[in-house]
């Protein structure tokens, strides 16, 4: 027996202060593209501000992703 699992779709206005599936504080904004390189980016992406989220952008693409579950947050 195979069990689907669908996961919830997570929508909000702004950037959310906490996950809403974890509860981590540590909630990203994607990045999508091809982003020049700087400390700063790099710094930022350590720190769990920024994640990455690739070129291919379909026009439903989640704009933050908690760095602890990675769950995808998209903007109402």
Do not use: F, H
């Not at 602890?68 to 998209?74: L, M, R, S, V, W």
């Amino acid at each position: 027996i195979k069990e689907i699992i669908m996961n919830k779709r997570y929508e909000s206005l702004n950037q959310p202060a906490k996950c809403p599936e974890c509860g981590s504080l540590r909630v990203a904004r994607i990045l999508y593209g091809y982003p020049a390189y700087s400390e700063e980016l790099e710094a930022d992406m350590k720190a769990g501000r920024i994640a990455i989220g690739g070129c291919c952008i379909t026009g439903d693409d989640p704009k933050w992703k908690c760095m602890e579950c990675e769950t995808e947050i998209y903007k109402k």
